[in-house]
């Protein structure tokens, strides 16, 4: 049976899909409810989020290549209702987090996202490959005695986030306080989480502005080959303001990592819960570019982003309004039989690379793709090639992030022989 005379299992028929992929069932695994939406609802609409849920493939690609249509503002946020005063005077003391990348349309997008594909080159990506190999080297040695990590702790977030910094000329002792900032600049994005809590998030957003505006204004600050030091050419050039490229520094930097971080855990879970395609990598019958592929798309690290209706449509039998919000939703479409043969299985084969969309697709496909493809090519297989016997550790010391955007693990306990 081919890919295309695929169709999606239901997983009950005579119930109603439920979305709610922060729910302990649907951490543990929500495939079978994304095919039981894309069987049943596939624009499915969530009461509790006011949302509309996209997960069909075919219905992905089309709000995708429709920003018209289907506007990024606010492509982070979950909830839309307004910040409370408390977060707005803390917010006040830095600038506007939008327009960025990933939140934009149209020239504004278009203006900000050249800047970046001019000073983050294929040949600036491939020059980083002996730092990125030098620096997970580093990483392991610091834990390869001890018999067992937590692998989230001490590989898949220090990694990407130095090899950002590196990039951006960032000094590699503020590489901790960047997690902090990102990390809750991410969840201070999304809308959701109590108030005191946002205002400490806040907080954290703008002093990581402040730092980056002063890395832009300060040329001793920032590495004359930085991308830092290039935008800032780039944008005299160009006219693009020191804001604008503030945010655009911001964007790389949570962007850069978090993607790379929850598919080293993601991968490594899945080809230890699969050992035959673990020993097809090991001998070689399966490239490490097919690896990379599979972990992407059988386990996308970013769910999904969110669209917002501009004007009256039609989507998978829905009829949309101007200010409906919908979640183009990655992980679904990667799992769509109707596209992809065999979706739930893991396999490190060739499958076609245009039906893989764990980096989105169209004007906001991700601009570090080819970073992050580089990272895990690495990361991966040098763990299996330097923790010999490298197995899961108890079922209890593996904790998956809370994310409604993101699949991904907050802790990893890996076990491993020492001498």
């Known amino acids: 049976m081919t890919a295309t005379q695929t169709t999606d299992p239901i997983a009950d028929p005579t119930t109603t899909p439920t979305f709610d992929p922060t729910s302990e069932s649907q951490l543990a695994d929500p495939y079978p409810g994304y095919a039981q939406m894309r069987a049943q609802c596939p624009v499915l609409h969530d009461q509790d989020l006011d949302l509309w849920v996209v997960t069909r493939h075919e219905d992905v690609v089309r709000v995708v290549h ?234 996308s690290p970013v769910q999904g982003l969110f669209r917002t209706v501009t004007e009256e449509t039609e989507l998978g039998g829905r009829q949309l309004v101007p200010g409906d919000r919908v979640m183009v939703h990655w992980g679904s479409a990667n799992r769509d039989g109707c596209v992809i043969e065999d979706p739930d299985v893991f396999a490190l084969r060739s499958r076609p690379g245009r039906q893989q969309m764990a980096f989105g697709r169209g004007i906001h496909a991700c601009l570090g793709a080819s970073l992050a493809r580089l990272q895990l090519r690495v990361a991966i297989p040098m763990l299996f090639d330097r923790l010999p016997g490298l197995r899961l550790g108890p079922a209890d010391s593996r904790t998956r992030e809370r994310l409604v955007i993101a699949r991904g693990f907050e802790e990893l306990r890996l076990l491993w022989d020492t001498p």
């Open 66 to 299: 429709d920003a018209r249509t289907f506007s990024s503002e606010n492509a982070v946020r979950v909830a839309t209702g307004p910040e409370s005063d408390d977060v707005k005077q803390v917010m006040a003391e830095g600038w506007s987090l939008t327009p960025n990348l990933t939140e934009s349309d149209g020239e504004e997008h278009t203006r900000l996202r050249v800047a970046v594909n001019k000073v983050f080159t294929p040949r600036r990506v491939a020059e980083l490959e002996p730092f990125i190999r030098s620096t997970a080297e580093e990483l392991i040695a610091r834990f390869a005695a001890a018999g067992s990590t937590d692998i989230i702790e001490g590989y898949a977030w220090p990694l990407p986030l130095m090899v950002m910094a590196q990039i951006l000329g960032i000094p590699a002792e503020d590489v901790p306080r960047l997690r902090q900032w990102s990390s809750n600049w991410l969840k201070l994005s999304v809308g959701t989480g109590p108030q005191d809590e946002r205002v400490e998030w806040a907080r954290d957003v703008v002093a990581m502005q402040h730092y980056v505006m002063a890395m832009l204004t300060n040329t001793k600050r920032a590495d004359e080959g930085s991308l830092v030091a290039s935008l800032g050419r780039y944008g005299e050039e160009h006219h693009l303001d020191t804001v604008e490229l503030m945010r655009i520094v911001m964007n790389l930097i949570i962007a850069g990592h978090v993607t790379v971080t929850r598919a080293i855990g993601n991968g490594l879970v899945s080809l230890l819960e699969h050992p035959d395609q673990l020993a097809a990598l090991r001998s070689g019958e399966a490239s490490v570019e097919a690896m990379v592929e599979e972990i992407l798309r059988f386990e």
